[in-house]
């Protein structure tokens, strides 16, 4: 499903986040990404979703080069993909149910089904009811699980999440997790970055170490 | 191609409600680009109005050929045999000093013109009509060559206040032609600043839309909506102010024609000009918004 080929990334400046990482995500599989801040976690997740470009080396998505694809075929390839971002990227200046429509509206999606998606997606995780909110008025918890919602309002094959339990109490972390449980066991393909390795033990799934842009042990 | 329209009523919808979030912003873009392409469409009503009165006026240019009092017969034999075979003359009439006298007598309307005078004081004349579409070159050429001839007192261009209204309205043209190019380009600059503003206020929905695999013509077309929702109103607002200009200003032009004893009005727009200008605001007002879009997804790409 995901595949890098000796893929390096270095940002202007001269930092090298990302070096001569080579592996392989299958279809399906629930991976977590561990490593110190700085150590290149949102820079892998980038990569993957085409957002930033390899500085040398290949990643595949689904058999496509990401890092080849042009300008307007890369949106297509996004449209699989749900992302969690670091820093969630919520639209303040719309309701929760517009901010979850946003991927549908994109695809072109329309009339009943667009409430029926969101409000399903809403339900999932939690937030049944706060759909005519404005996003203030939720709690960093309930943000992050308004950032899920849209990640997968729109049933992506792969789900990307940047630090989603960033700031969450331990009760609530495992909450999430446990929401991103049941997104793998219908089958999602989940890269899960987050830098306290405590949480992913309780998994046992399989985890990629990094430091300094390389895999560690 | 359902779908395709079902992306553009949502781009319309989002549009329109983001106009009517910003009533101030939204009526200050329209009253600028109204009153920037009201100038050059009142300007062309104008002169069509102008270039329609000049229409009226028999464009074949005559001279009057006045002969000395001294002139010989041969002298008048030598000239009529000239205007004959000129090539630039269509036409000629000799009107003898009787006659001439008679006609303004009548025209007067007063026999006692004479009182006074012993002696019909009216030339003989040539009341030549130059070949239709001369240019006034070629006119005051041919007036030069005439007044030389021997036995010519003096040669009078009439048409010249009409070749001269003609010249003055083919100047407008041209002028007109600077101010549409000029004001068109200010047109797509404030539209495309306007645009650039909407850009700007929606800048993080552009940026996660972007992120979660939004094409470059959905970015775009809400903002192509709202360009053209905006040069057609505007568009219309100037053809409204141009014919609310005009309308005030028309008695003030009957009141003037009739001190010439003519009837006289200042054209309004008529519907197909209307269309035209809402064309011409809703395509330039397009083109500023499309430069505004690239230049934000290039710049942040
Ligand atoms: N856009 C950028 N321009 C320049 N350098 C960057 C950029 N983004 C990241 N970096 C650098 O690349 C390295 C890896 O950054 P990255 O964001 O991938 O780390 P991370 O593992 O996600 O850290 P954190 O846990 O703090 O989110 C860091 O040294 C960072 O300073
Ligand atoms: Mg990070």
Sequence with gaps: MIQFQQVSKRYPGGIDAVKQLSFEIRSGELVFLAGHSGAGKSTLLKLIAGIERPTSGAVLVNHQNVSRLSRKALPYVRRHIGLIFQDHKILFDRSVFDNVRLPLDIIGFSGPEVRRRVLAALDKVGLAGKESLNPIALSGGEQQRLCIARAVVHRPAILLADEPTANLDRDYAHDILELFKSFHQVGVTLVIAAHDESLMADYGRRILRLKHGEFTA | ?301
């Design chain 2, 1 to 301: 191609m359902k779908h395709w329209l079902r992306l553009n009523r949502l781009a319309l919808v989002r549009t329109l409600g983001s106009m009517v979030r910003t009533p101030v912003n939204t009526l200050l873009n329209l009253l600028v680009i109204a009153i920037a392409a009201s100038f050059p469409f009142g300007f062309y009503l104008l002169l069509s109005s102008v270039a329609a009165v000049t229409g009226k006026v028999p464009v074949e240019p005559q001279l009057s050929i006045f002969l000395r009092n001294a002139a010989t017969p041969a002298e008048i034999g030598k000239l009529k045999e000239q205007l004959a075979t000129d090539g630039r003359v269509a036409q000629v009439r000799f009107v003898p000093r009787d006659e001439a006298l008679k006609q303004l007598q009548e025209r007067v309307g007063s026999a006692d013109l004479m009182a006074g005078l012993t002696e019909n004081p009216l030339p003989d004349a040539f009341i030549v009509t130059a070949r239709l579409g001369a240019s006034s070159a070629e006119l005051e050429q041919l007036r030069d060559t005439l007044a030389r001839h021997a036995g010519v007192e003096e040669v009078q261009l009439d048409s010249a206040w009409a070749q001269r209204l003609e010249r003055l309205i083919a100047l407008g043209e041209v002028l007109l032609q600077v101010v549409v190019a000029l004001l068109a380009a200010a047109l797509a600059l404030i539209t495309g600043n306007a645009i650039r503003m909407q850009i700007l206020t929606r800048r993080e929905e552009i940026e996660v839309a972007k992120l979660i695999g939004a094409t470059d013509i959905f970015i775009r077309r809400p903002f192509l909506y709202m360009a053209a929702l905006q040069g057609l109103l505007g568009g219309l607002a100037a053809c409204g102010i141009v014919a609310a200009a005009l309308s005030w200003l028309n008695p003030a032009v009957r009141d003037l024609a009739a001190t010439y004893g003519e009837t006289f009005l200042l054209r309004l727009p008529n519907p197909a000009e209307v269309a035209v200008v809402c064309a011409i605001t809703v395509l330039l007002s397009l083109a500023g918004a499309w430069v505004a879009v690239w230049r934000h997804l290039r710049r942040h790409h």
